[in-house]
């Protein structure tokens, strides 16, 4: 079973940086598409960044310029550099990954809080 395990989540000032990562149990090429969601209390999920197998990379408008996706095959991890942050990036923040043949992200990690106070 692939598991997923995010960590580098904290409390951050803001205009501050961060880094996420997530470490998967198998190859991150391996995947379809990787991707950083973020929800925020009282909030619906959103996607903020995905990087496809091809190394194709999107972002939410909202952390455009701000935020960098990227993956690690030698260490099989998948980042999310964040900078400029502001407190309304602050959420519980997801790794997911979604493998070929499949329509949606189906593997989850457990999630890394992000605080950003003002």
């Known amino acids: 079973q692939v598991r997923l395990v995010e960590s580098g989540g904290g409390l951050v000032q803001t205009w501050g940086s961060l880094k996420l990562s997530c470490a998967a149990s198998a190859n991150v090429c391996s995947f379809l598409f990787m991707a950083w969601f973020r929800q925020a209390p009282e909030k619906q999920r959103e996607l903020v960044a995905s990087i496809s197998m091809s190394g194709l990379t999107y972002y939410a408008d909202s952390v455009k310029g701000r935020f960098t996706i990227s993956r690690d095959t030698s260490k099989n991890t998948l980042s999310l550099q964040m900078t400029s942050l502001r407190p309304d990036d602050a959420a519980h923040y997801y790794c997911?990954?979604?493998?070929?043949?499949?329509?949606?992200?189906?593997?989850w990690g457990q999630g890394t809080p992000v605080t950003v106070s003002s």
């Open positions: 997911a990954a979604r493998r070929p043949g499949r329509s949606t992200y189906e593997i």
